[in-house]
């Protein structure tokens, strides 16, 4: 049963740390997206994200991984 409203936080791991990609709250479907995240240059390296979603007093907390796919803006 997919859970919507609920907030998921979206982080790259760089050399340097982590760093926020941003933060969205699912849909209907259970799906949070994160749409043209600004991105330090030093983060373009890193390939993976990692999606957390805090869990509540009914939801338990989940983590998980996935590809980063960056596509430059023009500019």
Do not use: E, W
């Amino acid at each position: 049963m997919p859970v919507a409203g609920q907030p998921v936080t979206f982080t790259a791991t760089t050399l340097f740390g982590p760093v926020n990609l941003g933060t969205a709250v699912t849909d209907a479907n259970g799906t949070a997206t994160i749409h043209n995240a600004i991105v330090p240059v030093f983060a373009i390296a890193t390939p993976f994200y990692t999606a957390t979603f805090p869990g509540t007093s009914c939801y338990t907390a989940a983590t998980d991984h996935g590809i980063l796919l960056f596509i430059p803006l023009p500019g």
